[in-house]
């Protein structure tokens, strides 16, 4: 790969012909038409938080250097922005009045109300930017080598560099748009944010049963989405309807292995609501996350549930009577090994060789209190808890 170092490009000479979609928050074109500032490849513009954008212009009004920007040189008139989109893209909406900043007053200034001198300071400003040629795959694979200065490409932006075609450009207008209608309905099972490829790369997991790079890979030039599309409206169908309560520790479960693992099962969605609100109110609850797939199990593996442990001051004083009860009828004090026919029938454990168990389940109803503990040793607990 092939790189020259530019230093005569200016502020002003990208900011030619600066065009932004303010709808998919896209800085588009630039330096008169010949820079496309956001090739398919690159990620959402996500720098509008009001602070980073404010932060590249005030490094530019006090001449801090801005960093390295990377363009790949198509042809002789036609550029890609490789690393910098961000940084572009914050000046070029703010030269084209898109945003204010605060002068030394506290007072909202945006570019056209700003003093002749620091407009021109602005636009004069040299950039660094290496034109780097090369290969498709030359280019891709040191793009996915860079770190991207502020905020590093997470692991589906990569992705999306890599495996660059049709089928991303179609995906990331499904599932990267954050003013798509669903986003809303998908941010209660899925977390995360549209711009950062969090939809998209659910909807890719649970396609691809977790081989997200596989399946890029083998649909990168396809026209259409609808495999990826269908699957993914198909798991959020189905939670929705399986679930009419939308609970904040829904959110980000692996809904997708959920719909493989009990697709098939039938679900009363009104008494699901039933136990759903029973669990929620249960104090011994631990887990609420484990709820849901708790419900879809048929209410048997508690393990996910987490259910409140006796702690360690019943566990001495319920132990101490135990044994000392034990001790004066010459049994061991654990009450199974007690009835067995082994050596350890007397055995005496100590009590870090004993778990406490719930007399009565906590399933059918058994509190974690007291009154319903008892200590076992660790092999009989481990035996109970298992039937
Ligand atoms: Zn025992």
Not at 90 to 110: C, P, W
Not at 288 to 294: A, K, L, Q, T
Not at 322 to 336: I, K, L, P
């Amino acid at each position: 790969m092939k790189t020259t170092l530019q230093t005569e490009i200016t502020v002003e000479d990208i900011c030619k012909g600066f065009v932004y979609n303010e709808y998919e928050g896209r800085g588009l074109f630039g330096l008169s038409g010949k820079l496309t500032i956001q090739p398919e490849f690159q990620r959402n513009y996500i720098y509008a938080d009001g602070k980073r954008d404010v932060a590249v212009i005030d490094s530019l009004l006090r001449g801090y250097p801005l960093g390295l920007i990377y363009f790949n040189k198509v042809n002789d008139s036609h550029f890609e922005v490789l690393d910098g989109q961000q940084r572009i893209t914050s000046f070029g909406r703010f030269v084209t009045n898109k945003f204010a900043i605060l002068d030394e007053n506290g007072m909202h200034q945006y570019f056209d109300g700003l003093a002749k001198d620091k407009q021109e300071k602005i636009l004069n400003t040299k950039l660094l930017i290496y034109e780097c040629e090369g290969t498709e795959s030359q280019i891709k694979e040191w793009f996915k080598t860079i770190n991207i200065v502020g905020i590093p490409l997470n692991n589906q932006e990569l992705l999306n560099a890599v495996y660059s075609g049709p089928f991303v450009t179609l995906a990331k207008e499904e599932f990267s748009n954050s003013l798509n209608a669903n986003v809303q309905k998908w941010s209660a099972y899925i977390r995360g944010s549209a711009n950062r490829q969090d939809f998209l790369e659910r909807a890719l997991e649970w396609v691809s049963k977790g081989n997200v790079g596989t399946y890029m890979s083998k649909h990168r030039y396809d026209d259409n989405i609808n495999e990826l599309k269908n699957y993914f409206n198909t798991v959020i169908d189905w939670v929705s309807s399986v679930f009419d309560d939308v609970e904040r520790e829904m959110c980000g479960l692996e809904w997708g292995r959920m719909y493989e693992t009990y697709r098939k099962n039938p679900y009363d969605p009104q008494k699901v609501s039933q136990q759903l609100r029973a669990l929620y109110a249960d104090p011994y609850v631990k887990n609420r996350r484990g709820v849901f797939e708790y419900i879809l199990g048929g209410s048997k593996d508690t393990n996910l549930l987490d259910i409140r442990v006796f702690d360690d001051a019943t566990k001495r004083i319920v132990y101490n009577k135990q044994t000392s009860t034990a001790q004066e009828q010459g049994v061991s004090n654990c009450s199974f090994c007690a009835i067995g026919h082994d050596a350890n029938k007397t055995r005496v454990w100590s009590l870090k060789d004993m778990d406490a168990d719930h007399v009565a389940a906590w399933s059918k109803g058994g509190a974690t209190d007291i009154s319903n503990c008892q200590m076992l040793c660790k092999t009989h607990n481990r035996a109970k808890g298992n039937r």
